[in-house]
């Protein structure tokens, strides 16, 4: 199905044409950053809420390993 020149060269088919571009480069862009994994913003930066001191029933009992980060997958 072919258009006539008229309506392909009027404001509404332009503005219209726009909005598909835009929604293209928005969808391709989600694509994108989809295949990569996920970052964690919080693991950047020094946790400030570790205790100075054991709370441990066991008090002499050696500090445990920090918690493990999230797993990649979704």
Do not use: C
Not at 24 to 49: E, H, I, N, Q
């Amino acid at each position: 199905m072919l258009l006539p020149e008229s309506v392909l060269s009027s404001d509404w088919f332009a503005v219209l044409a726009v909005f598909v571009a835009v929604n293209t480069v928005m969808y391709v862009g989600l694509a994108v950053a989809k295949v990569f994994p996920k970052l964690y913003p919080r693991d950047w930066f020094s946790r400030r809420y570790t205790r100075a001191q054991t709370r441990s029933i066991h008090p002499d009992a050696t500090e445990s390993a920090p918690p493990a980060r999230r797993s990649l997958r979704h």
